[in-house]
């Protein structure tokens, strides 16, 4: 079990697949939180800590574990995640959790921009 808010497990946790299998093929990023709060009535009312929270783990953390897997992947290599419609739409009770798949969204195009280039070189 990994803690995707947290650097050092993230670190840890790719040492550990390094020393066992040595290298990797593919990555698959299905995380999502969103404190309930957060989730729950108006997306005006979300604090300021549980927005925060909401994008350190919904979204940043592909950012992280990507950079984490990137040298076990030296010949290439896939990272897939997974998002929502209410990335793109407003829908019910997704509130800031829309927010952080929106910004999950962007954070695949621009990891695709820096780590494209080194498949092929």
């Known amino acids: 079990m990994m803690d995707v808010g947290s650097d050092s497990q993230i670190v840890m946790a790719f040492d550990e697949i390094r020393k066992k299998w040595g290298k990797l093929d593919f990555v698959v990023h299905a995380v999502a939180y969103a404190p309930r709060q957060a989730l729950a009535g108006s997306f005006l009312d979300t604090s300021r800590e549980d927005f925060r929270v909401a994008l350190d783990i919904s979204a ?36 800031a959790m829309g ?16 780590l494209g280039p080194r498949a092929s070189a």
């Open 60 to 95: 940043y953390s592909l950012a992280a574990i990507a950079h984490a897997a990137q040298p076990l992947m030296p010949e290439g290599g896939s990272i897939v995640t997974l998002s929502y419609l209410g990335s793109e739409r407003v829908v019910p009770g997704y509130n």
């Open 99 to 114: 927010v952080a798949k929106a910004a999950l969204e962007a954070s695949v195009r621009y990891l695709a921009a820096n």
